[in-house]
């Protein structure tokens, strides 16, 4: 089992109060408790969903957190959850919105680069929508959204030290060659 390795930009929400859970649209009912986020339609044929990002205000640096981490726990009456993140420039200007996650149910932790997809922006907020489109009372319950900074592989350090160790070899071979 890999620990799991939080650094000093990381944002964690683990939902023990509903203060990043605020932005909502399209009638979608939002209730945090016990450490969980459920997500639940309140109308039919409607897009709905959540905007999830620092106090429901602020949004989140690419440079220091550049992925998008879900805990998601269980669907609730068949829903399931699509991620999109939309993305803003330094000074906070709407760019685009892309999709992260197409249609799912699956459940577990999930990271998602959004660096990758950034195309020059900044900063980014990530808008989670509840489907089935056609079902009212649809939703999904999730333990944590969390904005991170890439991990690296055992295997990133393993490569890292083995260079350094053949350029420390070469270095001292080639001083007694001398």
Known sequence: ?????????????????????GSTFGGLSASVSGGQLTLTRTAASVDMGL???PASTGLFSLADTPNFRIDAASAVTGGYYTINAL???SSGDFLSETAVQADT???GVFTYDLASL???ASQWLA???VNPFDQNGAGFIFNEFAATTPVPEPSTYAAFFGAVTLA??????????K
């Not at 420390?168 to 060659?177: D, I, K, L, P």
């Open 51 to 53: 905007d999830w990002r």
């Open 168 to 177: 420390g070899a070469f270095v001292a071979r080639r001083r007694q060659g």
């Open 118 to 120: 950034a195309g020059g």
């Open 1 to 21: 089992t890999m620990a799991l390795v939080l650094r000093a930009a990381d944002f964690v929400d683990t939902f023990d109060t509903a203060d990043n859970v």
């Open 127 to 129: 808008r989670v929508r």
């Open 105 to 107: 149910n699956a459940t």
């Open 87 to 89: 993305f803003f420039n």
